[in-house]
């Protein structure tokens, strides 16, 4: 009996990339293909298995259950594949945390790991939401509680997000911004990657009875955090990211700072957990975030 014919890998991996991203636009950047081709090799997939893969709408391509299914063991296939290979040859380790926690927080800090571990090359995928750990290659993560880990994942809980709102001295005093109720009449910012912060600043703090209308948004803290410092309003933010500032004098906490319903945790890759580099890396931000929560409880 002849052999089946079995799908190409190119194929596969066309077809992984469409159904995890629900696009075969996103697939072909990802893949550094062209739409064609990705659209080619689905096609060409689903005539050779004789069953239908995708289901193409306006806005989104869904996978059928059997496309799912598919997806589903390609994607494990995938990952044992950058495993395996990440074991026989490593490369850089990749730590993988938001923008405003490697601009305000890790950079400042980072030449200290270096005098430490001199022959440990890092590199850094800017992130702060769910991530493939094996598909991306990433050793390390640095996430809030409050995005879901991936499965198999190493979590470290950590220390407890205080949270706060800042402003710069001049607009506390222009504002005359003495005590909570004070802010009904503030400008009030926020980020979008964090809706609820007001609600929750008011809650670890037992400030009730108040409504918070977000007067602007931005998109990540770093720059709600410089808007602030501009003197564009007042916004509650994680005390880890304005140590600096609030030593500078750059911004002042009117109220101080209160434990938020969040904590700061280690995702470690399963992959990886075994190199030496990895296990130093991650025991270095443990320390650095414990002594980061010490220093400031020392200064309140």
């Known amino acids: 009996m002849p052999n089946t014919p079995r799908p190409s890998f190119n194929a596969l991996r066309a077809f992984e990339a469409t159904a995890r991203l629900r696009s075969m636009t996103a697939a072909a950047d990802e893949l550094a293909v062209t739409h064609g081709a990705v659209s080619r090799h689905v096609r060409s997939l689903e005539e050779q298995l004789g069953v239908q893969l995708l289901t193409r709408g306006p806005h989104a ?9 598919l997806a589903e063991g390609v994607a494990a296939a995938l990952n044992l594949m950058h495993a395996a290979l990440e074991q026989l040859k490593p490369g850089p380790l990749t730590l993988s945390c ?4 490697l601009t305000h927080w890790l950079i400042p800090r980072l030449a200290r790991f270096h005098q430490q571990h001199p022959g440990v090359e890092l590199q850094f995928n800017v992130n702060y939401g769910p991530v493939d750990v094996v598909r991306e290659n990433i050793g390390v993560a640095i996430r809030n509680t409050m995005v879901q880990p991936p499965e198999d994942v190493v979590v470290r809980e950590l220390v407890t997000e205080w949270v706060g709102p800042v402003c710069s001295p001049d607009y506390m005093r222009g504002a005359r911004i003495r005590q909570p109720a004070d802010l009904a009449e503030a400008r009030l910012l926020a980020t979008k990657t964090r809706p609820n912060a007001w609600a929750e600043w008011a809650a670890a703090a037992a400030v009730g009875g108040m409504e918070f209308p977000v007067r602007e948004r931005f998109e990540h803290f770093y720059v709600l955090i410089q808007a602030a410092v501009c003197g564009l309003g007042i916004a509650p933010v994680p005390r880890m990211l304005v140590l600096d500032d609030l030593q500078s004098g750059k911004l002042v906490a009117p109220f101080g700072f209160a434990p938020g319903p969040h904590k700061l945790a280690l ?8 190199r030496p580099e990895t296990q130093a890396l991650a025991q270095w931000l443990t320390e650095e975030l414990q002594e980061t929560a010490d220093r400031a409880d020392a200064a309140r």
């Open 61 to 69: 391509t869904e996978p059928t259950p059997e496309g799912a299914r």
């Open 98 to 101: 938001s923008a405003s926690i």
């Open 267 to 274: 995702w470690i890759a399963p992959h990886m957990r075994t």
